[in-house]
């Protein structure tokens, strides 16, 4: 089923014109259907609101979307948005999508996925995770693991306790900005929390 869902969400397509201030870069499908994968194995995406902060493309949400959760897309960039609809359309997947900055979303659910701007031109990342705490029962979130201390410390401070951290190495391309080389395999984290 895991490897079903891979080989849906690798049909998503990626950013035509990245944004780099918005660190807009895709999650890679096996990484993606993990995270999807791991929360509907805790029940926390069939028949559950799910929302998927800061979509891009979609990929996160059309996995939920797939696997039975009733999605909520948000995302600020017009362009992102238009592709994500159409990602969705393509795949099949039935989601409603929100053109909002996070900050100004307020709706409670059941559960967030996420995997936010890893704050290397500014500190929206933490932002991210600060919205998903208040907003979310579940969130699975990645993030660099160089952020891994400073998330802990905001979910310390939330009414969220952590319950699993899984770790990862991805590709991330050149125009993300951390270094020079042509891809470099970045460590991050998968990091879930639920309501105390
Ligand atoms: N979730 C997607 C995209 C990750 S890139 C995936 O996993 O493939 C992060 C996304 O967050 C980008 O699409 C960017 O446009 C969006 N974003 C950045 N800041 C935002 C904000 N303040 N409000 C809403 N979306 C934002």
Redesign the pocket.
């Known amino acids: 089923m895991k490897s079903d869902l891979k080989r849906v969400l690798s049909k998503?397509s990626d950013?035509e014109d990245p944004?780099i201030k918005?660190?807009?870069?895709?999650?890679p499908p096996a990484l993606?259907a993990d995270l999807v994968f791991t929360a509907y194995m805790q029940g926390d995406i069939e028949d559950k609101e799910v929302v998927?902060?800061?979509?891009?493309?979609?990929?996160?949400g059309i996995g939920a979307a797939k696997l039975d959760g009733e999605v909520t897309a948000?995302?600020?960039?017009e362009n992102?948005l238009e592709a994500a609809k159409e990602n969705a359309e393509t795949l099949n997947a039935e989601i409603s999508f929100v053109e909002?900055?996070?900050?100004d979303f307020d709706i409670e659910v059941d559960t967030v996925l996420?995997?936010?701007?890893f704050s290397v031109h500014s500190d929206?990342g933490l932002?991210?995770w600060e919205k998903a705490l208040e907003i979310g029962d579940h969130v699975y979130g990645?993030s660099p693991r160089g952020a891994r201390d400073s998330i802990k410390s905001l979910v310390r401070s939330s009414n969220h306790r952590i319950v699993g951290v899984q770790e990862y190495d991805i590709g991330l391309p050149p125009s993300y900005g951390f270094h020079t080389e042509e891809s470099r395999e970045t460590p991050v984290d998968l990091i879930i929390t639920e309501e105390k």
């Open positions: 998503v950013f944004r918005l660190e807009q870069y895709i999650t993606a998927d902060l800061g979509t891009g493309t979609g990929i996160l948000v995302e600020k960039d992102a909002s900055d996070v900050e996420m995997n936010p701007p929206i932002s991210f990645i």
